[in-house]
């Protein structure tokens, strides 16, 4: 027994030998574990740290990238408003050039408009004239149909220069009505081309002339009376139906029109002769009209006066066109 007994205690031993050996291993175990997860914390942490490092770096960039987009758009704000401040000081430079141009403009054109165009008459065509009417002024006014095509620039009240801005057909027509006593109307035109594409004459008053009219087209012509510039075909114009026999006014001549409606008559003068070939049969209210054609071609209306007594007379060659 004792024997056994022994022999189960060394076997005990043995075991509890192998149980702390065991032990000591799981120890080790444990413990190399331990130093593992103690490593990968380690490089989580590391790692964590290159993350924030290159969010930083990142945020940085970023940062510097938008600082640099701000001061490019801060640069190319600023360059934009030197820009339009330097093309508003243009503007205005120009505005102010303008102004001084027209004011110009305007004296050259009362020096132009009021030249002693009178002295080329014979003297006793001059003593007629002056002698065998009493003149009043009336303002004139215009009815603009076209606003993009013409310019307009009064001058003393009385006087009006017009100028064609565009190429286009153009018939401009004035406010005052004419019906009662004798009425004249003189202009000037210049720039025309040697009286190319312009005409003067008359409208019915019941005839509202549109944008764009030519008065030798339909259905202009069938209301409008008109005296032809130098390069027309034919010097009057009405109803489609030329007529010659007047000289072919241009530049720089006094253009006159003179009205009478007791008479029912419409006349030209050009440089103060009277043309043979006139309107009449006149017995409506009616206007007077001014066509322009070309860019650049300027009228100047000098005056539109009431006549205590007409300056016309019968003439070799006469010939009506009646209305």
């Known amino acids: 027994i004792d024997e056994d007994l022994k022999k189960m205690n060394q076997e005990i031993k043995k075991e509890k030998e192998e149980l702390k050996q065991k032990d000591e291993v799981i120890k080790l175990k444990d413990e190399d574990l331990k130093k593992k997860n103690e490593e990968i914390q380690r490089e989580k942490e590391e790692l ?18 938008i600082k640099r987009e701000n001061e490019k758009l801060t640069i190319q704000i600023q360059k934009e408003k030197s820009q339009k401040e330097a093309e508003k000081q243009k503007a205005n430079d120009a505005l102010l050039e303008n102004v001084k141009l027209k004011d110009e403009l305007v004296r050259v054109l009362k020096t132009v408009i009021t030249a002693p165009k009178m002295q080329q008459l014979a003297q006793p065509q001059l003593n ?5 009417s009493t003149l009043s ?5 215009i009815i603009n149909r076209d606003p993009d095509y013409v310019e307009f ?15 286009e057909f153009c018939t401009i027509s004035l406010v005052h009505v004419l019906e ?28 509202d002339i549109p944008a ?5 087209s339909n259905p202009h012509t069938d209301h409008i009376a008109a005296f032809c510039g130098g390069k027309s075909t034919y010097s009057v114009w009405y109803k489609g139906q030329g007529t010659k026999g007047n000289d072919l006014f241009t ?12 008479q029912g008559t419409l006349i030209l003068f050009i440089d103060n002769v009277q043309q043979p070939v ?25 005056s539109m006066k009431k006549l205590i007594a007409p300056t016309s007379q019968h003439i070799e060659n006469e010939k009506a066109i009646q209305l």
């Open 48 to 65: 964590k740290q290159k993350d924030e490092e290159i969010k930083r770096e990142k945020e940085e960039e970023r940062n510097k990238e």
């Open 137 to 141: 002024d009336y303002p004139v006014d």
């Open 128 to 132: 007629q004239l002056t002698q065998s």
């Open 251 to 262: 530049d720089n001549q006094i253009i006159r029109l003179e009205f009478d409606s007791v």
């Open 180 to 207: 009662n006593g004798i009425l004249s109307l003189e202009t000037l035109f210049q720039h025309t081309y040697e009286g190319d594409g312009i005409a003067i004459g008359i409208v019915r008053d019941s005839y």
């Open 278 to 302: 006139y309107f009449s049969g006149i017995k409506e209210r009616v206007r007077f009209i001014i066509y322009m054609y070309y860019s650049g071609s300027s009228c100047t209306i000098r």
């Open 212 to 216: 764009k009219a030519c008065y030798w």
């Open 153 to 167: 620039i009064e001058i003393e009240g009385i006087q009006k220069w017009i100028k064609k801005k565009k190429n």
